[in-house]
């Protein structure tokens, strides 16, 4: 079993839609969690973090979190065809200073 | 213009080649950390640096070295003994949060190893 596991995609939404995205991580005393988004060619960019139980919201980004279920969730409000992209799930446990990076999910938003 | 550097953009390595990557970031980071990055595929971790003159291995360390005797520079390696590196190679550094202990890492703009 991957330590963070998310569904490859492509998770194909229609502009104006809502995106749902989620993660799965096996380390129950992880801590910190945090969702980059990754265009094609180029290096992530830090979009979400997130560490306590619930939802945190930024702009058209919520993240929500899980700990009891151990997953963590994207969800992109009003999709735009400039949110197509994949994004990508990281999860920081207590034991160290490093992430560990789920696959990632290629999202794709239709005009 | 603060941020972090990576150079080349694209490296070309021919057989038995050892090749050198450059990171470099002035955001005054204490942490530091090479991933790998293959076609469709997650980041996994190579090397990291909480400090100068101090580094750990990450999960796929064989066939590559670093070394931090500058804060502002990691520097990678790719030797010879690393027989499949063609690959996406992203460098980054961490801000250490303030309350609740979040910390956030930040990429360069990557480096593309292609073996001829």
């Known amino acids: 079993q991957k330590e963070v596991e998310q569904n490859s995609g492509p998770l194909s939404v229609p502009e104006g839609a809502i995106a749902s995205l989620n993660c799965t991580y096996s380390?129950?005393?992880?801590?910190?969690f945090f969702w980059y988004r990754q265009y094609s060619g180029k290096s992530p960019e830090l979009i979400m973090s997130?560490?306590?139980?619930g939802d945190k919201e930024d702009g058209r980004f919520t993240a929500q979190l899980n700990k009891a279920s151990q997953y963590v969730s994207l969800l992109i409000r009003d999709s735009q065809p400039s949110d197509s992209a994949t994004y990508l799930c990281?999860?920081?446990?207590?034991?160290?200073?490093?992430?560990?990076f789920g696959g990632g999910t290629r999202v794709l938003v239709k005009p | 213009d603060g941020g972090i550097t990576q150079s080349p953009k694209y490296l070309f390595r021919k057989e038995g080649q050892n090749v050198t990557l450059s990171c470099e970031q002035n955001l005054n980071h204490d942490a530091m950390y090479w991933y790998r990055q293959d076609p469709g595929q997650g980041l996994r971790l190579i090397y990291y640096?909480?400090?100068?003159?101090?580094?750990q291995k990450g999960d796929i360390a064989e066939g590559y070295s670093v070394s931090r005797e500058k804060k502002e520079s990691f520097p990678l390696t790719v030797t010879s003994a690393q027989k499949n590196p063609t690959a996406f190679y992203l460098c980054?550094?961490?801000?250490?949060?303030?309350?609740?202990?979040?910390?956030?890492?930040?990429f360069g703009p990557g480096t593309r190893l292609l073996v001829l």
């Open positions: 990281a999860v920081k446990s207590a034991a160290g200073n490093k992430l560990t």
């Open positions: 640096s909480q400090i100068v003159n101090d580094f």
């Open positions: 980054a550094s961490r801000r250490s949060g303030t309350s609740g202990g979040i910390e956030t890492q930040y």
């Open positions: 997130i560490y306590s139980n």
């Open positions: 380390d129950r005393v992880s801590q910190s």
